[in-house]
């Protein structure tokens, strides 16, 4: 499954209609962040079981804002709407797919 880009007008609709959804908080101007790119491509079409989407915080600072994110990339991970585990900077492919799976196991 693609992953899933969305802004200020689709991000909560997106959280209500998914129960598990991983959102990549990012901005074109981040390195790091397109390091990270290739690695959530590749699990969200590993993990069908979770919607994966990216938010790109240079066009609106109010949701990441709501979720205190302060550093791009930032993962948060969302269980029916609500944020249970973060992941802040680039993070090896190994460790975020140890998340990942850790997050599926406590369904």
């Known amino acids: 499954m693609a992953v899933i880009e ?3 007008k689709n991000f ?11 959102v990549e908080f990012w901005a074109d101007w981040c390195a790091p962040c397109k390091k990270l790119k290739p690695i959530i491509d590749k699990l969200a079409n590993e993990f069908s079981e ?8 240079a066009e609106d ?12 990339p930032t993962l948060i991970f969302f269980r029916n ?3 249970v585990d973060v992941i802040i900077g680039v993070t090896p492919e ?5 998340k990942v799976r850790e997050f599926l196991e406590i369904l």
Request: proline share 5%.
């Open 61 to 72: 600072s109010e949701i990441p804002k709501r979720y205190g994110v302060s550093a791009v």
């Open 81 to 83: 709407s609500k944020p």
């Open 6 to 8: 969305v802004d200020s």
């Open 50 to 57: 979770i919607v994966f989407v990216r938010f790109n915080v």
């Open 94 to 98: 190994n460790k975020i797919k140890r």
């Open 12 to 22: 909560d609709s997106v959280l209500r209609e998914n129960k598990n959804v991983v």
